[in-house]
């Protein structure tokens, strides 16, 4: 439990963080894993979006956006590479 507790409040805290130094309003992720399924810091990709996005479905069936140029938001890796791919956005490196 308390591993996963530390996940989601990593996973928040990167977001706000990056944000907050963009000077932007962080964009919480959404929040539909189960108890059995836990949030992995592995399993997220922080990414700066350099266009506007639009509201869409991922492939976890999570809606996600809409997102405007410089809003910063971590996503699943899968997502966050087709974004950073068809040039929507930039990952945002993290120690």
Not at 7 to 24: G, Q, S, T
Request: charged share 30%; net charge neutral; no cysteine.
């Amino acid at each position: 439990m308390f591993e996963q507790a530390r996940a989601v409040l990593d996973r928040f805290r990167i977001n706000i963080l990056v944000a907050l130094l963009a000077a932007k309003t962080p964009v919480m992720p959404a929040e539909n894993k189960s108890a059995e399924e836990p949030v992995k810091r592995s399993d997220l990709k922080l990414v700066r979006f350099i266009h506007e996005v639009p509201r869409f479905i991922g492939d976890d069936m999570n809606v996600y956006g809409p997102f405007e140029m410089e809003d910063v938001a971590s996503l699943p890796v899968k997502t966050a590479n087709l974004l950073v791919e068809r040039k929507r956005a930039e990952e945002i490196k993290v120690n």
